[in-house]
C-alpha cells in the first residue's frame, strides 16, 4: 500500500540554524501539507500546496518556514533560524485530488525536531 | 477550534466492541464527518468518513445519526493495538480543506 515516507525521523539541530525537513507524499497525490504537534499538545494546520504554490496557510506559518517542491517527488518544509519553540513532531500528508470533492489526507510518520 | 466534543479517555476490554462517540452539533449540511487515530507520537492514521449514511470498512464502522448533529466510531473487536487517541473532525468538502485536530479521546484496550 502506498504510503508518505519522511525523512529524516529524528532532527537535533541549534537554536539559529536552518532545517530542511523531506517528505516524499504517495505518487499520483496533488496536494501536500505540512502539520505540527508539540509535545502534548494538538496536531495543528501549518500549510497546504498545489500546482507549486502555497494554497493556504495557518498563523503559525511564519517568513522563518518555507515549502518547496523542488522534484517530481519531494516535498520539503524549511526552517530557516530554529527557535526553541519549533521544537515539534512534524508531520507531512498528502491527498489525491480537489475541487468540490472531498479526498483524504494521508499522513507521514513525522519527524521529531528537537531545537537545543 | 474543532467543531467537535469527545470524551477525554475511554477503556474498552480487548476483543470487545469500542463505541466513541463524538458530537457536532453545528455541522453544516456540506461537512463530512472524518475519524483519524494516532498511536502514540506516530502520524495521525486515517479511519473512515461519512457524510449521511452509515459507513462501514475493514477498520471501522461510523453511525451518524439522523440529524447529523451526532456520531460513533465502531472498532468492532477491539485489540491492544487500536490502544490510541481517536479523533473526530468535521470538514468541508472542498479539496484542500485543512484538519483542525482537536484533542481526540484516549482510548486504551485492556487484556
Known amino acids: 500500500e502506498p504510503e508518505v515516507t519522511q525523512t529524516p525521523s529524528h532532527q537535533v539541530t541549534q537554536m539559529g540554524q536552518e532545517v530542511i525537513l523531506r517528505c516524499v507524499p504517495i505518487s499520483n497525490h496533488l496536494y501536500f501539507y505540512w502539520y505540527r504537534q508539540i509535545l502534548g499538545q494538538k496536531v495543528e494546520f501549518l500549510v497546504s500546496f498545489y500546482n507549486n504554490e502555497i494554497s493556504e496557510k495557518s498563523e503559525i506559518f511564519d517568513d522563518q518556514f518555507s515549502v518547496e517542491r523542488p522534484d517530481g517527488s519531494n516535498f520539503t518544509l524549511k526552517i530557516r533560524s530554529t527557535k526553541l519553540e519549533d521544537s515539534a513532531m512534524y508531520f507531512c500528508?498528502?491527498?489525491?485530488?480537489?475541487?468540490?470533492?472531498?479526498?483524504?489526507?494521508?499522513f507521514g510518520p513525522g519527524t521529531r525536531l528537537t531545537v537545543l | 477550534d474543532a467543531k467537535t466534543t469527545q470524551p477525554t479517555s475511554m477503556d474498552c476490554a480487548e476483543g470487545r466492541a469500542a463505541n466513541l462517540p463524538c458530537n457536532h452539533s453545528t455541522i453544516s449540511g456540506n461537512e463530512y464527518v472524518y475519524w483519524y487515530r494516532q498511536i502514540h507520537s506516530q502520524g495521525p492514521q486515517y479511519i473512515i468518513h461519512?457524510?449521511?449514511n452509515n459507513e462501514t470498512n475493514e477498520m471501522a464502522s461510523l453511525i451518524i445519526t439522523e440529524d447529523r448533529k451526532s456520531s460513533t466510531l465502531i472498532l468492532p473487536h477491539a485489540t491492544l493495538r487500536d490502544t490510541a487517541v481517536y479523533y473526530c473532525i468535521v470538514r468541508a468538502p472542498s479539496g484542500n480543506t485543512p484538519l483542525v485536530f482537536g484533542k481526540g479521546t484516549r482510548l486504551s484496550v485492556i487484556a
Open positions: 500528508a498528502s491527498s489525491l485530488l480537489s475541487g468540490g470533492l472531498t479526498d483524504t489526507q494521508y
Open positions: 461519512g457524510l449521511k
